[in-house]
């Protein structure tokens, strides 16, 4: 079984008229998990992430500092990309509780795996700096929340979003327990993800692409390089930073992957936690930004998950 975490925070998020991380894309990628065909996912309603959990990751002057920050009415620009208005900061809280919430429920085998439908993103989101829309890292929250509270010891992210998650990859770094995997278009925001940052003990594997890369240089990369190097690392479980920004219709970069790309990489992640990690995965929306390539991309995506 496949739960499914949102909440409606996440849609009241709003980072002003012109911004390209719309409530729109979270509300295609329900629109589209809302067909017949998705009529078995456990629907949730995700938590608000507890202060504990964003302490593993975030240090608490930051958090209090960023909540601060949350405008009564308006708009608040945290940097040139990232914008918060009045729901910005429950939308965020939501974002990373639903992560954690899908980790402890597919630890405690109420589910195979779960996906969770939230935003604002989280993999640009560093210790002590929002950034690139992100304002926590939902994904490296959930993921010391599986080391922290379950005593899982070799954990794993998986990012195949466009851009690199130079957040995760710096909560991450001085780590050996923690595995951080990235494909993503070089050059491209936010300049982070060469293949020499690797880590401690080869724990970061990055996986840059040229603009105009497609399905075969994607393949040939997760193939020859991430795929191999996560499966030696033997995870106990799998979380995917899932952003659907490669696809060849997505504004904001120049990759061009499809929806094949989607369901061949998910069927990789899926098969490689059924080796190791008892088949859990737990994936959380990144970017994406086209609205019809996102919600066709996110259903790929989930379809492969609720058949592992």
Same mark, same amino acid.
């Given at each position: 079984m496949t739960i499914l975490y949102t909440?409606?925070?996440?849609?009241?998020?709003?980072?002003?008229q012109y911004h390209p991380e719309t409530p729109a894309r979270l509300r295609a990628v329900l629109e589209a998990l809302d067909s017949p065909a998705f009529a078995a996912l456990d629907r949730r309603e995700a938590p608000a992430v507890a202060a504990d959990d964003l302490g593993r990751v975030h240090p608490q002057r930051y958090v209090d500092r960023l909540l601060a920050a949350v405008p009564q009415a308006g708009h608040v620009g945290i940097d040139a990309d990232t914008v918060m208005s009045p729901q910005s900061g429950a939308a965020a809280l939501h974002a990373a509780g639903a992560v954690v919430a899908a980790v402890d429920a597919v630890m405690a085998g109420e589910a195979t795996n779960a996906f969770c439908a939230v935003r604002p993103p989280g993999h640009h989101a560093e210790p002590s700096r929002a950034m690139g829309f992100c304002l926590f890292n939902n994904i490296a929250v959930g993921a010391l929340r599986a080391r922290a509270v379950h005593g899982l010891t070799r954990i794993a992210v998986i990012d195949f979003d466009v851009h690199h998650g130079n957040g995760t990859q710096a909560s991450f770094w001085d780590d050996a327990n923690l595995f951080y995997g990235s494909t993503h278009q070089s050059p491209l925001y936010p300049g982070t993800g060469s293949t020499g940052e690797s880590g401690v003990a080869g724990n970061i594997v990055n996986v840059p692409l040229p603009p105009l890369s497609g399905s075969q240089a994607f393949r040939l990369g997760m193939t020859r390089?991430? !795929?191999p190097a996560?499966?030696?690392f033997a995870p106990e479980?799998?979380?995917?930073?899932?952003?659907?920004?490669?696809?060849?219709?997505?504004?904001?970069?120049?990759?061009?992957?499809?929806?094949?790309d989607y369901?061949?990489?998910t069927e990789q992640l899926v098969e490689i936690a059924r080796r190791h990690a008892r088949g859990r995965v737990?994936?959380? !929306?990144?970017?994406?930004?086209d609205l019809v390539a996102l919600g066709a991309s996110a259903a790929a995506h989930v379809r492969v998950l609720m058949s592992a």
């Open positions: 909440h409606p925070s996440c849609l009241e998020h709003d980072p002003g390089t991430l !795929l996560l499966d030696a479980m799998v979380l995917i930073s899932a952003g659907f920004d490669a696809h060849r219709s997505d504004p904001l970069a120049q990759l061009q992957l499809d929806e094949a369901v061949w990489v737990v994936s959380s !929306l990144e970017g994406g930004y």
